[in-house]
């Protein structure tokens, strides 16, 4: 059960923090990007509506479901392409911060496959999701039961 419902005692706040992570999907990154990096923070988080919500999206957008099921496993799986395999890794680094921060080595293998506007925007994006986890997690939001 969810502990409190947040868009509706904080409305300005959540509607900010949606549109903030709605501008990601107008940025600089293609769309199905990320689709991918929300779906694997969520996962990383344990954000159960946030994982279900992201996995709907990504399929509307025609993402292939083997490379959702495959999502956890990307770094051995053969069907991520080597610039989203390094969205992922920076991705997983950014979100898992108290565990270890970003090294020097991962952030200029990152940069080799984005732009400076690009490297940006991914990261904002990722900051994006986790804050929207966040509060998915900490007021136990609960996916809707789909049919």
Not at 19 to 33: A, D, N, T, V
Not at 35 to 44: D, G, K, T
Not at 76 to 92: D, M
Not at 138 to 146: A, C, D, E, I, V
Request: with cysteine; proline share 4%; charged share 25%.
């Amino acid at each position: 059960m969810e502990r409190a419902n947040y868009r509706e005692i904080a409305p300005e706040a959540y509607r900010a923090l949606i549109q903030f992570s709605q501008l990601m999907h107008k940025s600089s990154l293609e769309i199905g990007l990320v689709h991918l990096v929300y779906l694997r923070v969520s996962q990383i988080n344990g954000c159960a509506y946030c994982v279900d919500a992201h996995t709907y999206e990504a399929l509307a957008a025609g993402e292939a479901p083997q490379r959702l099921y495959d999502l956890t496993v990307w770094r051995e799986a053969p069907f991520f392409t080597p610039r989203e395999k390094a969205a992922l890794a920076w991705a997983e680094a950014m979100t898992r911060l108290c565990e270890t921060h970003p090294s020097e080595a991962l952030h200029e293998e990152t940069r080799r496959h984005f732009s400076e506007k690009e490297f940006v925007d991914l990261t904002f994006a990722i900051t994006a999701i986790n804050a929207l986890n966040r509060l998915g997690v900490g007021f136990q939001r609960q996916p809707q039961r789909r049919s």
